[in-house]
């Protein structure tokens, strides 16, 4: 699969009308968005479609989300991001850019909506919608839905306003691994299989968008959060009436149907095992250690990766005991700070010497702590436990 010379420019006005004219003959650019890196290509174009799924080694069974501009036509590279003020989002996407069929949604739900775009979008939000016939399978995995973003990043709004085309863009690393978070760590993981990064640095907020579904039941329609992400389940309850079902912890079993295939209980992995901790370091003790680490024991004595919270968080002497080799990487107790760091740092720790990793609990479960203790979770199971 490797072949390609992959560049990587700043975002440029030659770079972005170069970024264009590749993705209007169906190849593929990564680009920052404010939540991770996304591999994109051109939403409508089934070679391109194809190649997302190639580059990244993607099951097709799982969908891509499709970014859209934040607003009509294009508004200058140096515009505001935030977009055209009082856009009716739906129309815009049912009746401008034809990729939505909001026919059967109730009255109720389309105000419902209404509200929470007006709030969030552009922004990591990304809300699943009925989707328009024409759009190819590819994009929605067969699905009657398709998943809609409006990425607030400049970089992303100038080269979405620049190419006028809906990009599908999944995370820009391979499938099952850590998400990137700058230019490098997309270098890193699709090097010579994509022609162009755009490099606008690291991501503000460090985690993929909260992925919210409609449903309409009998008891009335309600929201189904199907990812945890940059958006808080909190601030979208604060912003409407409805309710927010939170399905999380309904981990799907193996040969049950997955709701959002994102759900895959393997998911964000580095390449060495990881094991999350069930509570801070100081707080356990030798045996206990020793006992979570056992399945791993062969690797160990190449050293222990740590990734944990806090300011400068003391290692247990215990530990030091033991005499094997420790890098640690220590993320902020704040959680959207930690968010920002947390792939980065994952990224670090599976590229150091260490055999085995293991990372503290999150010690905020709310707002971003929310995403940040599901995509710990997923980076420790096992991939043979898909
Ligand atoms: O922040 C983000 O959302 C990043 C940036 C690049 O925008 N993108 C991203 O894409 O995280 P990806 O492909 O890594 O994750 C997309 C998630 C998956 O969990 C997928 O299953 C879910 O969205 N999804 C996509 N379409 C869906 C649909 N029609 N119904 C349910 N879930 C869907
Ligand atoms: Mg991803």
Redesign the pocket.
Known sequence: MEGLTTRILFPTPEALAEATQLLRMGHLVA?P????????GHAWDPVALTRIFEAKE?PYF????V?VAAGRGFKGFNSDPSGDPGLDWLAYLEQDLGLVDLAQLSVQMIAALQALLQTFWPG?L?C?LP?ARPLPDL???G?????I?V?ADPV?QALLQTARMPLA?????RFGRI?PTTAQAVYQELQGRIPLILDGGSCA?G?????L?PVETSMGPSFEL??P??IPIEALRASTRLPILDPQRLVPQLGER???????KS?YAPTKPLILLPCQLVHLDLQTFQDLIQPYAAQLPQGLGILMFGGDPELPEWLQTLGIPVQRAVLSQDPAEAARALFARLRDLDQGSAGVLVSEPCPVTTGLGHAISDRLQRAARDPADL
């Open positions: 680009m968005t404010e939540t991770v890196y996304g591999l994109a993607r799982d969908p891509l989300i970014h990591p990304t699943v989707k994009v929605t995995s699905l009657e839905t398709v998943a973003r990425p992303a863009a999944p995370s820009a690393n998400s907020v985690v993929e968008s909260t992925v579904k199907l990812r992400g940059g997955l709701q959002s295939p994102g759900q895959l998911h």
